[in-house]
């Protein structure tokens, strides 16, 4: 059992702060790497944090347990927090992420492998030509990913 379910054994559903990373991957063609969830909405692999890791090894854990991409250097863009963020899921489990986001152009094995499970569908798409369903931090991410390139 990870740290989260031995939480939720103690706390049960009730509100809790819990800290995660999302990565953009970005390919040698500008394209960034979208996943599609079971529920069918696209966003950024990424996902929360275990005891004693670091927020960029989460972040590259994430990336590759959803999608079979190994990436390695990481940039920082922006944190991501505020009741605007609150959670709810279908279990009853609530929380208020703080979701800590980046890009990374450092792809060392590009072959998309999808788990099933997290991620039922996954690609590169054009900045520009995002999938239906995309949710809104994507779309903050990309704008401001396109403002450190300018």
Known sequence: MGYIEDLREIIGTRPLILVGAVVGVIDEH???????????VWGLPGGLLELGESVEDAGRREVFEETGVEIGQLQLVDVFSGKQYFRKLPNGDEFYPVTIAYFSKDIKTSTIRIDGKESIDAGFFDLRELPDHTTPLVRKLIQQYSSILR
């Open 30 to 40: 500008g394209k960034i790497l979208l996943q599609k969830r079971p529920e069918g």
